[in-house]
């Protein structure tokens, strides 16, 4: 009897083992079915944030002209001596305006910060080493050919690719298309999310709940990690445990790039999502991930609408959704990097992990004033803890073959977009 009962379990484990995909697996079916989104001019107050959509090739040389890099004297370096000497001053020169004389020997020209260097010149000596008499200046001191002049095209050349399709635009990168005249960059789109929330015991955030109900949280955070991931959501539909509201809402969000459900996708009596999607026609591409959190999430598609089920718990969805979702939209967009940056870090302390699963950790990390980065658990791991997403900064990567892990273990972090890694 007992053996006949190890055996039937054994049975069911590897049958359960075999039924689970791996995390590899199941994040190539996401990348695979979801498509490049549209691209779009838009006016470049508009741009910052936005992933380009081709090249930015520049037409022009920043500086297109050689200029002073102080306030001073433009002149030929070959006529000081050692010890300087004294020059005639035949042309003030302010920046905006471009010269109108030749700089020839003996002579010099006024100069301020950015203006153009004039013909003949080729040093620029400050200010600060001279002093002006009428049409006359008495410099203290050489200086060497070609100090405080900065060269055409020092920044860029005709023909350099600046920016590359892919790339965000940044504070920085907004300057440069600035500088460039490119006033209607080319970006894509933001992809469409559609988000559906479930379940029968949850109440609007405004509501007071009643014994047995929460308030929702997984529509206003997967509709804020979107937003954060760079895609376009404008709100979010919840359906209760209902098939026929299920498919309402479903109905109601496939004019969308992806679609987010969370809940309903287990093997609950009353988990009808998986049931409702298949009568709608989705092919199923995957069912359970050999992963947590998030073990029961399931993808599939409707024509060519990709549909991500996300586990209900906050955590699970959550983390699915920054891990799967944050890589579809990264993917949509055309960026040539998918996901948060990824960096080593130690362990501060011991985490517990189950062989063959990979893990998403929620995690604190941390510079060390000694330049080396640690790392540790964001609090309890529950997959219905929402505190340690609160808290965290960062997703420890915990691959299915590590098994032990503690203080000392070299670990992968995926940084969230919030991070701040202040020394300590």
């Known amino acids: 009897m007992w053996v006949s009962s190890m055996l039937k379990s054994y049975t069911r484990a590897c049958l359960y083992m075999r039924t689970f995909i791996s995390f590899n697996e199941a994040l190539s079916e996401v990348l ?14 508009e741009a910052l944030g936005r992933t380009l959509a081709k090249d930015v090739v520049s037409s022009d040389s920043i500086p297109p002209f050689a200029s002073s890099a102080m306030d001073g004297y433009a002149l030929r370096a070959e006529d000081l001596t050692g010890a300087g000497g004294t020059l005639k001053v035949i042309e003030h020169i302010p920046a905006g305006r471009m010269p109108q004389k030749t700089v020839g020997v003996g002579q010099c020209a006024r100069i301020m910060t950015g203006a153009p260097i004039p013909k003949g010149a080729d040093t620029v000596v400050p200010v600060e080493w001279t002093q002006e008499d009428q049409e006359v200046v008495d410099i203290d001191r050489g200086a060497p050919l070609g100090v405080h002049v900065r060269p055409a095209a020092e920044d860029v050349c005709v023909g350099d690719i600046i920016l590359r399709e892919g790339d965000v635009v940044t504070p920085g990168g907004l300057g440069m298309l600035a500088s460039l005249g490119c006033i209607s960059p080319l970006v894509r789109k933001r992809p469409r999310i559609g988000i559906i929330s479930t379940g029968d015991e949850v109440v609007p955030p405004s509501a007071q709940p009643e014994m047995g109900q929460i308030r929702n949280s997984n529509g206003p955070t997967l509709q804020a990690l979107a937003g954060v991931f760079g895609a376009s959501c404008m709100g979010y539909v919840h359906a209760k445990d209902d098939p026929k509201d299920i498919q309402r809402a479903i109905e109601s969000q496939v004019e969308t790039d992806l679609l987010i459900i969370a809940g309903g996708v287990s093997v609950g009596q009353h988990d009808y999502v998986k049931t409702v999607l298949e009568k709608m026609g989705m092919a199923m591409h995957f069912w359970k991930v050999r992963q947590r959190p998030g073990k029961p999430l399931a993808f599939g598609t409707i024509g060519k609408l990709p549909i991500l089920g996300l586990p209900g718990n906050p955590v699970s969805s959550a983390m699915c959704f920054s891990i799967y979702g944050r890589r579809a ?11 948060g940056a990824q960096l080593q870090a130690t362990m501060n302390a011991p985490m517990k992990k189950v062989p063959e699963l990979h893990y998403f950790s929620r995690g604190i990390a941390f510079m060390r004033s000694d330049g080396t980065l640690e790392v540790g658990p964001a609090g309890a791991q529950g997959s219905n803890l929402l505190g340690s997403v609160l808290k965290a900064n960062c997703i420890i990567h915990l691959p299915a073959d590590q098994s032990k892990v503690g203080p000392g273990t070299k670990v992968t972090i995926e940084l969230l977009p919030w991070t701040d890694l202040n020394p300590v």
């Open 32 to 45: 695979d079915r979801v498509r490049l989104v549209e691209a779009e001019r838009i006016p470049l107050s």
């Open 329 to 339: 939209i990264d993917t949509m967009l055309g960026k040539a990097n998918l996901g």
